[in-house]
């Protein structure tokens, strides 16, 4: 069992930078994949990165490629999604979401997941 929480959330001016946090609980953190996904208001939730369980190989959404960066530290069961030059478009509660699989993007490939955290880009 795993429980997530997300925080770093925030309003920020399009063209900033955010740096998302989710917190880890339970002693098998560093077997599962992580996940993050996000869901703008009236739209589904959609894929945005994942990372390995040993955080050795990535993959993003085209959306975000070349802006987001996600990573995890095994040591302290984190993980971070570092999100720079952010557009309106980009507003979404985001989530935190961990599971077995490999570079899964899938919602319904996750069995864990966290509360989510309010990114909002003002233009």
């Known amino acids: 069992q795993v429980q997530l929480v997300e925080s770093g959330g925030g309003l920020v001016q399009a063209g900033g930078s955010l740096r998302l946090s989710c917190a880890a609980s339970g002693r098998t953190f560093s077997a599962y994949a992580m996940g993050w996904f996000r869901q703008a208001q009236g739209k589904e939730r959609e894929f945005v990165a994942t990372?390995?369980?040993?955080?050795?190989?990535?993959a993003y959404a085209d959306s975000v490629k070349g802006r987001f960066t996600i990573s995890r530290d095994n040591a302290k069961n984190m993980v971070y999604l570092r999100m720079n030059s952010l557009t309106p478009e980009d507003t979404a509660v985001y989530y935190c979401?961990?599971?077995?699989?490999?570079?899964?993007?899938?919602?319904?490939?996750?069995?864990?997941w966290g509360q989510g955290t309010q990114v909002t880009v003002s233009s």
């Open positions: 979401s961990g599971g077995y699989g490999f570079l899964r993007r899938r919602p319904g490939d996750y069995d864990y």
């Open positions: 990372i390995s369980a040993s955080g050795a190989t990535t």
